[in-house]
């Protein structure tokens, strides 16, 4: 088996709304233009991240967003993640417009996760992401775009929305979220699957760590800690063969906790120093 070099480490920044409770992850992470979006890019530089994956929703200043990541820092954009906009299509296009020149972005993350956590079915969740990349086609400027859904196992119906997606011709790559607690299949086994099914560029769009989660100790009995993890992680893209784009530590920050953002954290952040 071809050996290849590690993937690069990309930074993953919480950006969602959610829909039951209105708790803004941007906002409860201070990872704002006007707070401390600035310092957490300096901080993931400074520990020798790649690059990053951020959002841009349109309940916030969308260029005002872009202009705060370092210049010349890769940068894949979330157009919508867990709150669809009233008008996707414009969202879309304000999107477009302010991204530089050869940006990467993600249309609609997790779209077959459903209801229950982003308010949508996968159905309009997929629709919607082609909606998207459709009004971006339109532009001079329309940036590339990657996929991101959860690969846990092998069932045919994890393929769906991915299948769709692809099968417009507007994806250049293809993300994996994988997950110890939700992890059926081998991480190896999901990225030659996918590898081969696709035939683009395969990246993890998401893994990283919960430490109050039992059920990914109880998955993985050797793994004591985010660290370990992460070598996990890695081990598993080399033994895949797979030339994986890059690896997404989400979320890059110890967060909030969803249900009860004031009274509680959860420690799942980039094990390096937290911002």
């Known amino acids: 088996m071809p050996a290849h070099g590690p993937a690069p480490i990309l930074a993953g920044f919480e950006c969602g709304r959610l829909h039951w409770n209105g708790h803004d992850l941007l906002d409860s992470t201070n990872h704002l233009p006007h707070g401390a979006m600035a310092h957490h890019y300096a901080v993931a530089r400074d520990q020798g991240i790649a690059g990053a994956r951020d959002g841009l929703s349109w309940r916030h200043d969308i260029a005002a967003r872009v202009n705060a990541a370092p210049e010349g820092f890769p940068v894949i954009w979330d157009f919508v993640h867990f709150d669809a906009p009233p008008r996707p299509a414009q969202h879309a296009i304000a999107c477009c417009q302010a991204l530089p020149p050869d940006a990467w972005a993600i249309a609609v993350n997790e779209p077959s996760v459903g209801r229950r956590v982003s308010g949508m079915t996968p159905g309009r969740a997929t629709e919607m992401a082609l909606r998207m990349m459709a009004a971006a086609a339109c532009l001079p400027n329309r940036p590339r ?71 990914a ?4 009995p050797h793994v004591r800690d985010r660290w370990d993890w992460l070598a996990h992680v890695q081990a598993e893209i080399a033994l895949s063969g797979v030339p994986v784009a890059g690896l997404c530590w989400y979320p890059w920050l110890d ?21």
């Open 145 to 215: 775009f990657a996929t991101c859904d959860p690969f846990h196992h092998l069932h045919p119906r994890v393929f769906k929305a991915t299948d769709r997606l692809v099968a417009s011709g507007h994806v250049q790559m293809v993300g994996v979220n994988y997950y110890p607690h939700h992890a059926i299949e081998p991480l190896h086994r999901v990225l030659r699957a996918v590898a081969d099914r696709y035939r683009l560029p395969v990246m993890i769009t998401e893994t990283g760590w919960h430490d109050g989660l039992p059920a």
């Open 217 to 220: 100790h109880r998955r993985f």
């Open 255 to 275: 967060m909030p906790a969803w249900d009860n953002p004031h009274h509680g954290r959860w420690p799942c952040g980039w094990p390096g120093r937290q911002a």
